[in-house]
Structure formats: structure tokens, C-alpha cells
């Protein structure tokens, strides 16, 4: 009844129930939010805009960190790149943090707003600090003028600053891409195929942003101009910052639902507590209550599942449990409501999901690491003029761009046409299916372009930069299959966990993207590490040396692509065995043509 007394007098009762979101959205005062005034594109354009200035101010000091602390700090390579693994891991930390903050007590917008303050400060911080004490003398930190040395307390003040960095945008990234969706009630048909433009938009915005830090951002700092890069970053995340909060009347909000960890808590010891009892055949005699009820915190009920019928016990009514509940002592720790059991049952069927994604996430990493270094060791001047190598992934971010307009306006539709009439294009699953299968290209092309490097390579150069006559634009193909395939994993990872999860574990869901590709890194490093003590011998330098002409870097590119297809094989089974969640009100025909990953 509150939708009716926010909407129009005089209008029909059917009417005032369109004029409000479906979702269980409210606005800014907390009322049902009305279609008219709130969310939809306005709202979702300027969250695109904050993330594309807020992901520039971060790769302006990410894209060259190590740079800065061998040239300014003068660290070794050993060490300055150990510290950016550290600083890198961290950020992924605070994202679960973030996420954490978010669906348990401050709701995204709130969220999103206290770390894009830290984000600000500890960028401004850190170009103050770079600028009055760690850029001395002016003019140093290039190529060939290091800085000098430097006071513990300037030291720890750099440190402070960029892990305030991290914490910002870590804390603000998961959150951000979910509060988007927000904007949108997939209830709604016309707003529900927004609500899935919208992810790929995203990152779309997302890359355009680093597009700029890599490319001019890097440039100027690459030549010793590390305080107007730090500014310019500094400048994008306060204009990101305003940007998003004068956007603040317009936005839709989800009511956060308490401490997820309690609640699934509650669910396992209730579930042993009464591990000897005989379940009754009937899911409808399981413990339920109202989907209105003041409990569910304005979620939407979750149905009944058959998968993990272990856990079905926690919302079996016992003897005990009624009486209790007749003397108004009821205990969350002895009886759960069937949705809060489907809660629990969401994040273990997301679980393998989740983790056939991390062996993706080793071959994206590649992408700035080994490529660069694949790079480094081609020709890389035209006409006098050096390419970076690290440059090169411009081209990942174009095919990105040129991948997300094929799909949105060429693929998805040419598929829901040969599809059954109403259905969607390509589901979740698929893509993501299709994208491990574009990795797999992706590292076969690179080890094909590394076997021909070697032809061309001298294999007895003390430095083998520049080495090989080969051309660093034969990279550009293993480059865009990276950039294709990003479209399709990233983009439907990001829709598929949003879709997938409770209401209350929304922000969650975007978290686990961002882990997936720390733990991406993690194991990329453990993978060299054990493939170079494998393969060094006495008259072997490995696979992957120092001097790249003398190794087999091709042989581990092959190695990722076998890895990979193995674990494409995997992940089909997954996405075949996965069962979507099913929220209450939502058909079970429109549910599997969501998901669903059929041959």
C-alpha cells in the first residue's frame, strides 16, 4: 500500500502499481520507487561516466606502479614487483570487504560514496607526497635520472597513501557495477533487457577508462612526469565522486539484509541439530513465513530447491520448534526459513562455477605480463619510432569495444531469432562457455606467434630485447582473441552471479569477478614457478628465462591452452549439472531459457 500512497491520486489501482518497481526497490526516502522518476538509463549513464573517470584515476597509478618504485623509490625488480603483487592482491581483498559492508549494514549507494571519499584522499595524498618529498630532484624518475634517497616517513606516507588507493577502489568496485543493475527492474521486460545492456556497457566503460591511463597517462609518466599523472588521476576520481552523488535523487536502493554470515551460520548448526530426524517427503511442510514479512528485510522469497537436502533439515518443524514458536521464544539456530536454507544453497551451487572461471583468469593475466615480455623481445620500432610493448593492449581494449557492439547488436539478436519466439539470445552459461573457448585460441595463437619469434630470433644476444625481426604487431591477434573472450566470460560472469544470487548477497556476487582474477594471479605465479623448476636443468635454462630466446615461453602457452580446454570440459559439466535459483513469482520456463546451458 505504500506504492499507492507515493503515486498519483485519482488513477486506477492498476495503473499506481505500474507507475512503481516490481523489485522491492525503494528511493531515496525509503518509499517504492516510482519507474517515472527513478533509475532506468538517466541513472545508469551516470554511473557508467563514474566508472570509466573512477577506473582512469586508479590505472593512472597502477599501469606503472613498478616503475615508480624502481625509478622513484629505487627498488630492485625483484622487489618493487613483489610489492605490486601485494598492493594488487589487497585491492581484491578490500573488495570482498566492500561487498561485505554493502549487503550487511550500509546498502551500495552509501557504500560506494565512503570509498570513493577514501579513494579521493589517498590519491590526492599520494600526489602531494610524490610532489613536496619523493620527486627529488625535479625532473628525476625518468629513464635516466633515478631520485634520491628518501626518510622512513616519507616512505611510510607513499605506502599510506596508495593502500588508501586500494582500499577505495577496492571497497567501491564490487558495488558499483551492482548498484548500476539496480537501476533497472528486471521485472519489468523493457527494463529487464536493459538491466542486461547494462553489464556490458559497463564494461565497456570500464575499459575505456584504462584505454587513457595506459596509453596517454602512461606516456607522460613513463617520462618522469609522475606528479601531473597522479594529479590527472586525482582530478578523474573527485570528478567521478561528484558526478555520483549528484546523481543521489535519482537512484534506486535495495534495504541491506543483515550479517549473511549469521544467517548461513544458523542454517548449517540448525541443519546438525537435527541431523537424525525423518524428513517428510512434502517440501511444503518445511518451515516457511510471508514473503512480506519484516524478517526477509524486503527480499524477494526464494522456492524450495531439491539439491542439498542435508541443509532442508534447518526449516523442519520439530515438536520443540512449536511449542517455542506458541511461547514467541523461536531460535533462528534451531529452525530457518526455506529461503534463508536456498541462501545457502545458491552460493555451494555457484561454487563450481566460480571456480572454473580461475584458470581464465591465469590467461587474462598473461596478458600483462608474459605478452609484455613476449613483446619486449619482437621488433618494436616503426620508422624510428619504439612501441611500447605494453601498448599493445590497446588493442585488447578495441576488441573489447568492437566485440560488445557485434554482440549486443548482431550476435544476441541473430540468436534469439533462431531461438523459440520470446526467448533470449545466447544465456549466461554459454557465453561464459564460449569465452574459456576464445581463451583457448587466444593462447594457441600466442604460441604459434612465439614459435615463429624463435625462428627469427638471435638465440646468443646478451639482452634479447629487440632481438627477434619478428614485428610486435604479430601480437595483435592474440591480443583481440583476449579482447573477444573478456566480452564473453567478464561481461556474462558479471551478469550470471548478479542474477544468481539472494537479493541480500548481491555485491557479493560481483566480489567473486574480482577474486576470480586475483586468485587468477596466484595461480599464474605458482604455475612459472613450478614450470621453471621443472624444466631448469644444468644445460637447460627453462621455459621461461631471463633471456627469452633461450627458453620455450611457446611451450607454456600450449600448456595454458590445454589447461584451459581441460578445464572447458569441466566447466560444461558444471553449467549442465547448475540449477538456477528460484525467486518466487518468476516461471520456471523463463528461468531455464535464462540460464540454462544446452548444446
Not at 542439498?308 to 533439515?313: E, G, T, V
Request: aromatic share 12%.
Amino acid at each position: 500500500m505504500a506504492c499507492l500512497e507515493v503515486c498519483k491520486e485519482g488513477k486506477l489501482k492498476e495503473e499506481q502499481e505500474e507507475a512503481c518497481t516490481q523489485d522491492g526497490s525503494v528511493d531515496w526516502h525509503g518509499r517504492p520507487a516510482i519507474k517515472a522518476k527513478s533509475g532506468q538509463w538517466t541513472a545508469g549513464i551516470i554511473i557508467l561516466l563514474n566508472q570509466g573517470l573512477a577506473t582512469l584515476a586508479f590505472f593512472g597509478v597502477g599501469v606503472n606502479l613498478v616503475l615508480f618504485l624502481t625509478r622513484v623509490l629505487g627498488q630492485n625488480n625483484a622487489e618493487a614487483a613483489n610489492n605490486v603483487s601485494k598492493w594488487t592482491g589487497t585491492v581484491y581483498i578490500f573488495s570482498l570487504v566492500g561487498a561485505f559492508l554493502s549487503d550487511s549494514y550500509w546498502g551500495r549507494y552509501k557504500t560506494c560514496a565512503i570509498f570513493q571519499v577514501i579513494f579521493v584522499i589517498g590519491l590526492v595524498s599520494l600526489s602531494l607526497s610524490s610532489y613536496l618529498f619523493l620527486i627529488r630532484p625535479r625532473g628525476c624518475g625518468n629513464q635516466e635520472m633515478p631520485c634520491g634517497s628518501h626518510s622512513g616517513l616519507e616512505i611510510t606516507l607513499f605506502y599510506l597513501s596508495i593502500y588508501l588507493v586500494a582500499l577505495g577502489n577496492g571497497g567501491y568496485q564490487p558495488n558499483i557495477a551492482t548498484f548500476g543493475a539496480d537501476q533497472f527492474d528486471e521485472d519489468d521486460p523493457k527494463e529487464g533487457h536493459s538491466k542486461v545492456a547494462f553489464f556490458s556497457y559497463f564494461y565497456l566503460a570500464l575499459n575505456l577508462g584504462s584505454l587513457f591511463s595506459n596509453t596517454i597517462l602512461g606516456y607522460f609518466e613513463d617520462e618522469g612526469m609522475w606528479a601531473l599523472g597522479f594529479w590527472v588521476s586525482a582530478g578523474s576520481a573527485l570528478a567521478a565522486l561528484v558526478l555520483f552523488l549528484a546523481g543521489t535523487t535519482r537512484y534506486r536502493h535495495f534495504k541491506p539484509s543483515g550479517n549473511p554470515l549469521s544467517r548461513f551460520s544458523q542454517v548449517l548448526v540448525a541443519a546438525i541439530r537435527k541431523c537424525s530426524v525423518d524428513m517428510p517427503p512434502d517440501a511444503d511442510e518445511l518451515y516457511d513465513i510471508d514473503g512480506n514479512d519484516s524478517s526477509m528485510n524486503g527480499n524477494r522469497k526464494i522456492l524450495h530447491t531439491d539439491e542439498f537436502k542435508f541443509l532442508d533439515r534447518a526449516a523442519y518443524i520439530s515438536t520443540r520448534d512449536v511449542e517455542e514458536q506458541k511461547k514467541g521464544t523461536h531460535s533462528m539456530w534451531r529452525l530457518c526459513p526455506v529461503t534463508q536454507v536456498e541462501e545457502v544453497k545458491c552460493v555451494l551451487r555457484l561454487l563450481p562455477i566460480w571456480l572454473c572461471t580461475i584458470i581464465y583468469s591465469v590467461v587474462f593475466t598473461q596478458m600483462a605480463s608474459l605478452f609484455v615480455e613476449q613483446g619486449a623481445a619482437m621488433k618494436t620500432t616503426v620508422s624510428n619510432f619504439r612501441i611500447p610493448p605494453a601498448s599493445m593492449s590497446s588493442f585488447d581494449i578495441l576488441s573489447v569495444a568492437l566485440f560488445i557492439f557485434l554482440y549486443r547488436r548482431v550476435l544476441d539478436p541473430l540468436v534469439a531469432r533462431i531461438k523459440k519466439k520470446g526467448s533470449r539470445g545466447l544465456t549466461e552459461l554459454q557465453r561464459m562457455g564460449i569465452g574459456l573457448v576464445i581463451a583457448i585460441m587466444a593462447m594457441v595463437s600466442a604460441g604459434i606467434v612465439e614459435c615463429y619469434r624463435l625462428k627469427h630470433a638471435d638465440k646468443d644476444c646478451m639482452h634479447c630485447e629487440g632481438s627477434s625481426s619478428l614485428s610486435i604487431f604479430w601480437q595483435v591477434p592474440q591480443y583481440a582473441f583476449i579482447g573477444a573472450s573478456e566480452v564473453f566470460m567478464y561481461v556474462g560472469q558479471l551478469e550470471f552471479f548478479n542474477a544468481q544470487t539472494p537479493d541480500g548477497l548481491k555485491s557479493f556476487g560481483s566480489a567473486l569477478c574480482m577474486t576470480s582474477i586475483s586468485l587468477g594471479n596466484y595461480v599464474s605465479s605458482l604455475l612459472v614457478t613450478m614450470v621453471m623448476k621443472i624444466s631448469t636443468e644444468d644445460h637447460m635454462p627453462g621455459w621461461i628465462p631471463g633471456n627469452l630466446n633461450k627458453g620455450h615461453l611457446d611451450w607454456f602457452y600450449f600448456l595454458l591452452a590445454g589447461l584451459t580446454t581441460i578445464d572447458l570440459i569441466v566447466y560444461i559439466a558444471c553449467a549442465r549439472w547448475y540449477k538456477s535459483i528460484k525467486l518466487e513469482g518468476k516461471t520456471a520456463e523463463n528461468i531455464d531459457d535464462q540460464v540454462s546451458f544446452k548444446l
